[in-house]
């Protein structure tokens, strides 16, 4: 009766956990997604355990985004600030990575990925912006390709698919543009369509800008680099014409839209198959994954007992739920005449593949996960039968994947650049719904001199 009583509170206990991190903040959520950030702002305020506990970079993340769309840009950086330091600083513990050997990842104390460390000096650099700290700004965005380099050395094998970012040296060039530093927006311009050609098409269905070809025609032009010019003008299959800085100064606008994914789980069953070279191959026939796993030194006579062992291994492994936006594209009108905004960035499918190539340079760290938790039921088999099924079942729920996310990202960022008038400017945009259906939204920019204005909107609407 004791050990059914046991049994009873070990499953209770182990099913209190198996909630996905958006099912758990789910009020956050809510509130951000029905653009009531002050409430999230508070709700994040109130969850003490979150902003001290292993979920801390989560927290600051959260805080840097909510302050950024309360229009905070000095405390969102702050926040996002202080959540580079702590990934920065990030050096695994012990104690915690034991206790993922045998539980699961959400064990530890969470490591983003990759890109969304990335976003974060994107954040940042647009905080710059609207504080007209454009060498700030600049900071940021040159930081973006570093830490990409910086991370992708880490990885002999498998490395990420997205390994430079084209909307980083987008924006840079758009920085530098708006500063009067025309070479340097050539340069800055020229690296973002090389990066949209060679990498973006291929990884994530995503073109160069037709802006980003007349800005980069543009600057040539003005630096007088007519090589170059016609080079681009016969890429282009065009007759470049060129126009003055408008007189009253121009906009960029970008349109952040949707959110971008959350986390679930999935679990794959495989069966273990020997090789001739002394490798163990875990295959899957029907998703035609097949995982060779060879023993090195680093592994203890009873790890590779354990593995040895496994005839047949679940591992879960998290997976991208996607949150498809409402509106499929943008149109920004001013005197009549339409600006369409065009993707720049699509952060959905940087994020799946992403993850996608983070789980087959992991998929021996789950394996051995799992092997220990199969040593830890064998040898509880060996002292009692009852502990070593409730070992057993423990293993069971226990093999979980960490779902944890940012899950404030958006979905895609688009942009487009227009001339101002000199003063009120009263600009239409026009969001156009996949069901047909369109929505506006009204806007007011005040013109004169030749500076340009930056301007950032976000809908966080998604299709139900």
Known sequence: MRNFQFLIILLVFLFSGCATWYQRTAEFQAAVNSGNFEKANKLLDKDKKQATGKNRILYYL??????????????????????????????????????????????????????????????????????????????????????????????????????????????????????????????????????????????????????????LMRTAYICGFSAELKQYEKEFNTTYTHTPTPADGQLVFFWLNGMGPVKAEWSINFVKQKRGDGAIVFHNESLGLTFPFFFGSGYSDDEKQSIANLQTLRVAFPKYMERPPLYATGTLVSDNHSYPLELAENINEIAFKTLRDRMVREFSNSLLRVAAKKGLEYSARKQNE???????????????????????????????????????????????????????????????GRKTRFHVFQTMDSRQ
């Not at 101002?420 to 009204?442: P, Y």
Request: glycine residues 6%.
């Open 62 to 215: 959260n805080k840097g985004y909510v302050e950024f769309m309360l229009g905070n840009p000095t405390n969102s950086n702050q926040y996002f600030e202080t959540a580079e330091n702590l990934i920065d600083e990030y050096h695994s513990n012990v104690g915690a990575e034991a206790a993922a050997l045998v539980t699961n990842p959400e064990a530890r104390p969470y490591r983003p990925e990759d890109f969304e460390v990335i976003m974060i000096n994107f954040y940042k650099a647009l905080n710059y912006i609207d504080l007209n700290d454009m060498e700030g700004a600049l900071v940021e965005v040159r930081k973006i390709n570093i830490k990409l380099n910086q991370l992708n050395d880490k990885y002999p094998d498998n490395k990420n698919r997205y390994q430079r970012d084209a909307f980083a040296h987008l924006l840079m060039g758009l920085i530098y543009d708006a500063t009067g530093d025309y070479n340097n927006a050539f340069i800055a311009y020229r690296n973002a369509y090389e990066v949209y050609q060679s990498d973006y098409i291929k990884n994530f269905g995503v073109k160069a800008p037709e802006q980003l070809k007349q800005d």
């Open 386 to 448: 009852w502990l070593g099924f409730a070992v057993g079942i423990a293993n069971s729920l226990t093999e979980k994947a960490d779902t944890r996310n940012w899950q404030t990202l958006p979905y895609s960022i688009s942009y487009t650049r227009l001339p101002l008038s000199a003063g009120t400017n009263n600009l239409t945009l026009r969001l156009n719904a996949r069901n047909g259906s369109q929505h506006t939204e009204q806007f007011s920019i005040e013109g004169g």
